[in-house]
């Protein structure tokens, strides 16, 4: 096996880690030599321990003269588990692959710088698209200090998001929205405005998926002014917690029944369009959130488009028509030509039934 084979093997551990090891990064670890796996790891939940010491607890004495190949820079502090770049310098390794670097400020190449001074050989690069691209809420959350936006939308076949007398449900099948729990298990936070909480009382929770996270997401509310009373299933937290981000304009006895309902509170400054969501993405980010799904109606996704925010696009496109009096997906002022509307690579698309999910990826320099 090549080296691209072994990191592409990494990848695949990293990525069935993902919704265990969350607020870590979900690594992946394959030891190996001239070819030939002798041991293999990926990242156990927080406490627990990393994909490099469980590959080389695997390999044993074998794990001396290996190669190793990781999808993210073998971190350098201590934290909750010793350093993976000093157990692979312990562990007697003659080479490293590595993905990607680790833009943690803690590690930040002193991964990499550690393993070199042992004289261990370490190369750079190989799988990083695949990496980055699984990896993506985790590098964005530590760059930036925000979590990770995806935008998800169902729409019609027409590009409408609900029929003209305001109803969504059911505008795609059940194989589809049992595909959009999967993505709310891969988060850790769903996102919701008030006017989508008062029309639809969301539970916002994971239901029937193959494999459950461990913690339930946070469920989150947006409510500048204090519209959503503080009942039924978004307030229940035997089902969830809930997080409420509002402004200084929300009454303050509203603010106590959210409180006194089990919900915690943080407020953020008030923009034109509600609260301010760079300064939301960032109150989550630093609430260990590293992908925020948001669930939103046209209003809230409008203003993350309008602010740049959106990091990746989900829709599920529906079988269905709704016509010109249905309502669209996003509202707001847009691109005043098609010039300006920002473009979007197209990275899976996938038949779910008689519908069809299609993801896209946002380069910053596309924002709007």
């Known amino acids: 096996m090549h080296d691209a084979d072994l990191m592409a093997r990494a990848g695949t551990l990293g990525e069935r880690a993902r919704r265990r090891a969350a607020p870590n990064p979900w690594v992946g670890c394959v030891l190996a030599h001239d070819g030939e796996i002798v041991g293999e790891g990926a990242t156990l939940a927080p406490s627990g ?4 010491t469980i590959a080389i607890a695997q390999a044993g004495p074998r794990a001396r003269g290996a190669t190793a190949y990781v999808t993210l820079e073998p971190c350098s502090h201590h934290g909750r588990t010793p350093p993976c770049a000093e157990a692979l310098v312990e562990a007697g390794i003659a080479r490293a692959v590595v993905a990607l670097e680790d833009p943690d400020p803690r590690v930040s190449g002193r991964g990499f710088a550690r393993l070199r001074e042992a004289g261990i050989e370490v190369v750079v690069g190989v799988g990083a698209a695949e990496a980055h691209r699984s990896l993506a809420p985790y590098l964005h959350q530590r760059r930036t200090g925000r979590a990770f936006c995806v935008a998800k ?35 850790e936070a769903v996102v919701v405005g008030a006017g989508t909480a008062i029309a639809d009382r969301p539970h916002l929770t994971v239901r029937d998926v193959d494999s459950p996270p461990p913690r339930p997401p946070l469920r989150v509310l947006l409510d ?3 519209r959503v009373p503080a009942d039924g299933p978004l307030f229940d937290p035997a089902l969830a917690p809930t997080l409420v981000i509002t402004t200084p304009d929300a009454p303050p006895a509203r603010v106590d029944a959210w409180r006194a309902a089990g919900a915690k509170v943080e407020t953020v400054a008030p923009t034109p369009d509600g609260v301010d969501l760079t300064e939301t993405l960032a109150v989550l980010g630093a609430h260990d959130v590293l992908q925020a799904l948001v669930e939103g109606g046209p209003t809230l996704h409008g203003a993350l488009w309008r602010a740049g925010l959106v990091d990746r696009l989900v829709v599920y496109l529906g079988a269905t028509l709704l016509g010109a009096d249905a309502l669209p997906a996003v509202t707001g002022p847009g691109p005043a030509t098609l ?10 698309s996938t038949t779910l039934g008689d519908d069809v999910r299609l993801v896209y990826d946002v380069a910053p320099a596309e924002r709007p």
Do not use: F, K, Y
């Not at 321990?49 to 490099?52: I, Q, S, T």
């Not at 409408?160 to 194989?175: V, Y």
């Open 49 to 52: 321990g990393h994909a490099e």
């Open 153 to 187: 939308t169902a729409l019609s076949v027409d590009g409408r998001a609900a029929a003209a007398d305001g109803t969504s449900r059911w505008i795609t099948g059940p194989d589809a929205r049992a595909d959009a729990h999967e993505l709310r298990a891969d988060s």
């Open 224 to 226: 500048a002014r204090g």
């Open 339 to 348: 010039a300006e509307a920002p473009r979007l690579t197209l990275t899976d």
